[in-house]
């Protein structure tokens, strides 16, 4: 499931935040492209419980839905989508506080990427 695709300017990639299960792992995930066509291996951002799995990550919170947000982007009217980002910006996610129920929280954390 992909949360959401930008063009990664420090990257010089596109980027792809999606939230799910890969390798085993449960949580958020990144995977970067120059076509938009071959993506590499998804990377593990941050560990969390999937409302699909069970006990992914003991005593983490369920999250889903997870998403990536440049607000740099707000101040440049040739991208009013947030189709661009850089390196730094938040991933949004919905956390489910009681399981599959109705409280949840839309949760926000900033995002500081580097080259490896």
């Known amino acids: 499931a992909v949360g959401t695709v930008t063009y990664n300017t420090f990257m010089k990639k596109y980027l792809m935040i999606t939230s ?3 390798g085993g792992n449960c949580g958020v995930f990144y995977s970067l492209s ?3 066509i071959n993506w590499s291996q998804a990377r593990h951002i941050a560990g969390y419980n999937n409302p699909n799995q069970t006990n992914c990550v003991s005593g983490a919170p369920v999250i889903a839905y997870a998403s ?3 607000h740099d982007q707000l101040t ?3 991208d009013p989508n947030f189709e661009k980002s850089d390196a ?3 991933m949004y996610f919905v956390q489910f506080n009681n399981g599959w129920g109705l409280d949840r929280d839309l949760v926000r954390r900033s995002i500081t990427w580097a080259k490896t």
């Open 68 to 70: 990536y947000i440049d």
């Open 88 to 90: 730094t910006g938040y």
């Open 34 to 36: 120059d076509d938009l």
């Open 76 to 78: 440049d009217p040739t």
């Open 20 to 22: 799910g299960v890969y």
